[in-house]
């Protein structure tokens, strides 16, 4: 299998000029920490990003069919698929993919889950090096530099998520409850849904009092979160139609500045 991190594309995604950051996201982003925004929205700010007008969507979310069953859930719980990559962004190298190595979160932002080392597959390199990849990377960099234009550098992890429900197993996207993920910033997209209820995204305080609650339901919606000052969850999902499969498809990528 060829090497997942050789698929490195130095340099500003060949925008000359790159897209202005959108300075309302901004402005929300830092006060009150999220932003809900909506699909049609989230595909005019990607879109510049993206050479090919996110040209690999398709294969892109098929991706998801590919994920393997993530064997560390606390519950034992066989509902949860995912792939992950690191990449590491910089105003001299823009964005290259990083040496895969495992996922590691401290005990303080996850108690479930946290203080182990979690080996996951790579994200293929046709996906982590694709146009909608590229896009979304590229927004976020410029999105979260523009909050922090002191940060020179900056630690990225994308994830693939695959919730799967069935009939009296509901499946859990957040099975740790409402946390931090011990990051500086979160964009959550949605890829897929099929034949799923519920599924809400939950924004608190700090102190666990609810700020806000939306629902992930298109493709391409999307919620941007400041991870130091709010915290997220996601409520079970379950079938709509016992028979048939269901499941919620999400990309999850976090930027922590690097050190």
Known sequence: MKDPTQANWPGQ?????????DRDLIEQLRDPGFNFVPAARMRALLDPW?????????????SWERLEIDTYMADRGRYRRRRHALYRASLTDGIVRAPHRPHFQAVDYNALYG????????ISSDIGSGDTMRAVLGFCHAT????????GAWDIEAHQ?????RAGVPGEPTPEGVHRDGVDYVLVLMVSRSN???????ICTVDR???SSFTLAQPLDAALLDDQRVY??????????ALRPAWRDVLVVTFKIAP
């Open 13 to 21: 995604y060949e925008q000359t000029p790159p897209p202005p950051p």
């Open 50 to 62: 993206a050479p090919g007008k996110l040209s690999d969507w398709q294969a892109f979310a098929q």
């Open 115 to 122: 203080g182990i080392e979690r080996s996951f597959e790579p």
């Open 144 to 151: 979260f530099r523009a909050i922090r234009p002191d940060v």
């Open 161 to 165: 998520f695959r919730i799967e429900a």
């Open 196 to 202: 799923i209820s519920r599924g809400t995204t939950q």
């Open 209 to 211: 009092r609810v700020l």
């Open 232 to 241: 997220h969850g996601v409520t079970a999902v379950e079938p709509i139609d």
